[in-house]
C-alpha cells in the first residue's frame, strides 16, 4: 500500500514532529534514523549516507554563514535601519501596500541580486516596530517574503532562476530517452501558471485571509542598531559598497563560468566583509564578534539546510520513492486526471522530504519524464507538470530555506512562531493554487 510505503511514513512522522514543535533538526535525525530502519537498512548504513548528504552540501551551509556575517555586519552600522525608515515613511499608512512592496523587495534576492535568505536578518528586524505600529500580521508577512523566494526562480531565467530552468532543461532531456530536447529558453514560457498561481496565494494571504490588525508587543531586539537620524558616514558607505561588491562578485562569477556557482556566494560574501574591515564599518577589533553574529543569525539554518540534505540522501538510497510512483501509476491506470495530480502530490512529498525543490527535479525527472510521454503529453505540457511537481512544497516545508528565511527575520524579538505563523500559511497559500494551476494548465497544453 501506499500509505505503507517508507518513504511516505517518514515524512509524515517528520511533519508531525514538526506540527508537535519539536527540534527540527532532531526531527530530522530521527526521522532518518527512521527510514533506514523501514527500509532494512543497518544504522551504520543509514549514518554513513546521512553524513555523506550532509558533507555533498557542506558549501551551501558555510555560504549562508559568511552571508550572515555580512548580514550581521550591515545591521550593526544602522544601515539596514535607515531603508527601514525611508520605508516607514513611504508606506507607513497602508500596510497591505507595504507588504506588497515587500515582497517585490524579496523577490530581488532571486534574480536582480542573487543573494537569497541572506538579505531578510539585514532588512527585516528594523521593520518589525513599524510593523507592529501598523499592526499588520506577520503571517501575511511570512507569505510576502516566501512569495519573493520562490516566485522569481520559477518564472524568471536568471540568478537562481536560471539555476532552475537550466535543472529542469538538463533533467528533462536526459529522461526522455531521446523524444525530447529542451532547453533553458522553452522554460519559462510555461512557467506562467504556477507563477499566476503564486500571485493569486500572495493577494489571498494578504488581501483575505491576514488582513485584520494583530497586535504584537514592542521589544528590544538584540544586536539591532537604532537609526541616529543623521546622515551617511564612512560606516554606512563602508556598508553600502560592501553588499555592493558580493553582488558583482557574484555577477562576475556568472558571466565566466556559465551560471551561479555556489562558491560565488562564499567569495562574493568573504570579499564584502574584507571591505566593510577596511572601511571600518565593521571594526577590526570586532571580527570575532561579527563572525559569531552571523553563526547566531544563518547557523541554526545552516545546519537544518545540512540535515535535510542528509535526509535526502537516505531517502534516494532508500530506492522507495520509485517504487511509491509506481504503485500510484498501477492504481490510477491510463486516466490522466488522476495521473497529473497524484506526480502533483508525490512531488509535494518528495520536496517536503529533501527540502527543496531543486533537489526534486532530478529524483522525479527519471520518472516523470517517461511517464509524460506514455501519457501522450506534449512538450510544453510535460515542462509544466515536471517543474510544479517540483516547485509544490518549497513553501512551507519546515527544513526549507524558503520557510526558515522568513521566520528568522519576523521572529527577531520571539513573537512569531516557525511552524504555525511560517510554514502552515505559506504551505496552504501557495502550494494549492500551484498544483491546481497546474494541472490545468497541463491538460490546455496537452
Known sequence: MILLNPVVISVVFMTILCLLKFNIILAIIISSILTGFLVGMPIQTAMSYFIYGMHRHNNIALSYILLGALAYGIQTTGLAAKFANLL?????????????????????????????????????????????????????????????????????????????????????????????????????????????????????SVFITYRKPRVYEDRQIAGLTEDDGKGFTLKHWGALLGAIATFIVQILAGIFTEGSPLWALSVGAVVGLIIMIATGAIPYKKMDETIKGGIGLMGFIAFIMLTAAGYAEIIRESGYITVLVDSTMEIIGGNLILAMIAMQLIGLLITMGIGTSFGTIPIIATVFVPLCIALGLSPAA????????????????????????????????GQHDHIWDTCIPTFFHYNIPLKVLGVVGALILS
Do not use: C
Not at 520559477?154 to 535543472?167: E, M, Q, S, T, V
Not at 509544466?384 to 521572529?411: E, N, V, Y
Open 88 to 204: 516607514d515613511r513611504l508606506f507607513s499608512k497602508s500596510g497591505n501596500w507595504f507588504i506588497i512592496i515587500l515582497a517585490l523587495i524579496a523577490s530581488l534576492s532571486q534574480n536582480v541580486i542573487p543573494i537569497h535568505i541572506a538579505f531578510i536578518p539585514i532588512l527585516v528586524p528594523p521593520l518589525l516596530s513599524m510593523m507592529n505600529k501598523m499592526q499588520i500580521d506577520r503571517r501575511s508577512a511570512a507569505s510576502a517574503l516566501t512569495f519573493g523566494l520562490k516566485a522569481p526562480y520559477i518564472l524568471i531565467p536568471a540568478g537562481f532562476g536560471l539555476i532552475f530552468h537550466n535543472i529542469l532543461a538538463t533533467n528533462i532531456t536526459n529522461n526522455s530517452a531521446g523524444e525530447l530536447a529542451v532547453t533553458a529558453s522553452d522554460i519559462w514560457p510555461q512557467m506562467t501558471w504556477p507563477f499566476a498561481g503564486m500571485v493569486i496565494g500572495l493577494f489571498i
Open 382 to 413: 510535460t515542462i509544466l507538470m515536471i517543474a510544479t511537481a517540483g516547485a509544490t512544497g518549497d513553501a512551507g516545508m519546515p527544513a526549507s530555506d524558503t520557510a526558515l528565511g522568513p521566520t528568522a527575520g519576523l521572529a527577531a524579538d
